[in-house]
């Protein structure tokens, strides 16, 4: 089955500086994958989707990920950092057309002024 | 459209009490999702249904949870009798088509004495 590894469970980043949260995935077929932001006392939000076009996929709120199969990653990052970017951040993967999605552990996200 | 809508938001019960929580879907989705987060297992599917039917339940901790979805729009999971363990947010998810964004309800959290 497929699933997804978010490394690091807690990042800190200034104000302004770069934000980059690891994932990576283990699917036996192409899969498709996204990244959701999930702010406190709310449901996940989507950030941004990867469905086999462009492997470098634009999302909300100026963050960005790319699709790399031979590292088997779809890293998210986003080049300044903005206080309201704090919040958790899931990394998860599809294979299959029911829609059997499969969440990492997620990522805490705080940004320093 | 008004979104994914669950109820309870908040809910305080006793162990061995029966736990009812409810999910309405977005108009026009045809695929639902239970997911449970805690702290200590993050975002775990427990079952999900398309076209109100359950296609894989084997997130279903055990006997005492159960989800029946009795029309297109509304589903509801049960939990009975409850124990402390069960302590958690409750998220439902719907999605429109295959490898669809998940568009997630606020979640209810429930607490379990």
């Known amino acids: 089955a497929q699933s997804v590894t978010q490394l690091g469970s807690h990042v800190s980043v200034s104000e302004g500086a770069l934000v980059l949260l690891r994932c990576n995935y283990s699917?036996?077929?192409?899969?498709?994958l996204f990244w959701y932001v999930q702010y406190p006392n709310q449901g996940l939000q989507l950030l941004l989707k990867?469905?086999?076009?462009?492997?470098l996929v634009k999302g909300i709120n100026g963050f960005e990920a790319e699709f790399k199969k031979s590292e088997t990653s779809f890293h998210l990052t986003k080049p300044s950092a903005h206080m309201s970017d704090a919040a958790e951040y899931f990394c998860?993967?599809?294979?299959?057309?029911?829609?059997?999605?499969?969440f990492g552990a997620g990522t805490r996200l705080t940004v320093k002024p | 459209d008004a979104g994914v809508i669950q109820s309870p938001r908040h809910e305080v019960t006793e162990m061995g009490q029966e736990v009812t929580l409810r999910c309405k879907l977005i108009?026009?989705?045809?695929?639902l999702f239970w997911y449970r987060q805690t702290m200590m297992r993050g975002l775990e599917l427990l079952i999900y249904?398309?076209?109100?039917?359950?296609?894989?339940d084997s997130g279903m901790p055990e006997d005492r949870f159960s989800a029946k979805m009795p029309n297109a729009s509304f589903s509801t999971l049960k939990i009975q009798p409850s124990e402390p363990r069960d302590s958690a947010v409750y998220f439902c998810?719907?999605?429109?088509?295959?490898?669809?964004?998940?568009?997630f309800g606020e979640g209810s959290r429930l607490t379990v004495l």
């Open positions: 249904f398309n076209n109100n039917v359950p296609i894989d």
């Open positions: 108009s026009g989705h045809n695929s």
């Open positions: 990867y469905t086999s076009a462009a492997t």
């Open positions: 699917s036996s077929v192409p899969p498709y």
């Open positions: 998860a993967v599809s294979e299959n057309r029911n829609n059997d999605m499969r």
């Open positions: 998810a719907s999605v429109t088509s295959a490898y669809g964004e998940l568009f």
